[in-house]
Nanobody, 126 residues
Framework: QLRLVESGGGLVQPGGSLTLSCAAS????????VAWFRQAPGKGREGVSC????????YHADSVKGRFTIARVNAMNTVYLQMNSLKREDTAVYYC???????????????????WGQGTQVTVSS
């Protein structure tokens, strides 16, 4: 059974940091590109970051560029999202997803990723 499990979410003050993890089971994650999406209350799901299967290409949305870093450790079948300098507008449920490709030029799209985790809540508040 293919499964993705996110962890690492929580409550953090503005300016703080969190590291999200996306662990795969039932399949080899390094065969896939992996993306992080987020969905804030009342809004659609938006692509935040993605990394290619080889790890040589990565994308970060303008809203998180310079603050978030995606990284994969294929030996651990896990992809991470390091989030620094968090802002209130980063508050959302964060999802990881596995798919066919990641381009360093444009935002990952929901329809391009077929396997999804259940999400982890990130709340940025004082």
């Amino acid at each position: 059974q293919l499964r993705l499990v996110e962890s690492g979410g929580g409550l953090v003050q503005p300016g703080g940091s969190l590291t999200l993890s996306c662990a795969a089971s039932g399949f080899t994650l390094d065969d896939y590109a992996v993306a992080w999406f987020r969905q804030a209350p009342g809004k659609g799901r938006e692509g935040v970051s993605c990394v290619s299967s080889s790890g040589t290409s990565a994308y970060h949305a303008d809203s998180v560029k310079g603050r978030f870093t995606i990284a994969r450790v294929n030996a651990m079948n896990t992809v991470y999202l390091q989030m620094n300098s968090l802002k209130r507008e980063d508050t959302a449920v964060y999802y990881c997803a596995a798919g066919a490709y990641c381009s360093s030029w444009y935002r990952p799209e929901v329809d391009d990723f077929g396997s999804w985790g259940q999400g982890t809540q990130v709340t940025v508040s004082s």
